[in-house]
């Protein structure tokens, strides 16, 4: 099965309510919540109030906390109490991988591992045995809008092959630069599409979210 979840990163947080009931009445699977501290990325976001406010009025919604943040550890469980059942932290940053997903996994949420375009798959090797899901960027992370890395498309390849190989039960995710017009590129090789200004940017949110879910369903 294919997912799609929307970033939040390219709502319009003035209408933030209304931008992701758009996405859910056009069948969102679920919804990309980017943390960002400044530190790890260039830019700064949200934090867990904001994630427990929308998991209240939305209660059945699947949030997934995406921290691009420095020292994780520190707020994994805050993030889990406010409502998110998927959390990702990225291999660039987190110097006791196996420890940290272990505690997103005793907390109750799926645990995921994120890696920049430049950061090699090799580093995987060892924690893919571990995590619920590998979080590939095809951009780097820290601004929404940015362009599709090309290259993603072997390293999504290449991923894929060595979850098979290893004979593992582990989800792709990609986020950054995917579109109604290039996820085909990627369709065979991801389970999960973060997708965001090609979402919250397109004149009919619900429309485009509607038309994203007939092309991954087209498997």
């Not at 906390?65 to 020292?71: P, S, Y």
């Not at 290893?166 to 997708?195: C, P, S």
């Not at 919250?200 to 092309?215: E, G, H, R, W």
Request: aromatic letters at 8%; proline letters at 4%.
């Amino acid at each position: 099965m294919k997912y799609l979840a929307p970033s939040i990163l390219s709502a319009d947080f003035w209408n933030l309510q209304k931008d992701i009931t758009a996405t859910l009445d056009g069948r969102a699977d679920i919804i990309h919540f980017d943390v960002m501290d400044g530190l790890f990325v260039p830019n700064i976001t949200v934090g867990p109030y904001v994630l427990e406010c929308l998991k209240k009025h939305i209660p059945n919604t699947t949030f997934d906390a995406h921290l691009m943040i420095k020292d994780p550890d520190r707020y994994i469980k805050d993030f889990v109490e406010a409502g998110a059942s998927m959390i990702s932290v990225h291999i660039e940053e987190v110097v006791h991988i196996h420890r940290t997903i272990e505690l997103i996994k005793h907390l109750g949420a799926k645990a995921g591992v994120a890696i920049n375009p430049g950061t090699s798959l090799e580093v995987l090797d060892e924690i893919l045995y571990y995590v619920d899901f590998v979080l590939l960027m095809s951009v780097n992370p820290g601004f929404g809008g940015q362009s599709f890395i090309e290259r993603s498309i072997y390293r999504a390849k290449s991923l894929k092959q060595k979850i098979k190989d290893k004979n593992l039960n582990v989800l792709i995710e990609m986020d950054g630069g995917l579109k109604l017009e290039n996820i085909h590129l990627v369709k065979d090789y991801v389970d999960i599409f973060v997708i965001g200004s090609g979402i919250f940017k397109a004149p009919d949110i619900t429309a485009m979210t509607k038309s994203l879910k007939q092309v991954l369903s087209d498997v």
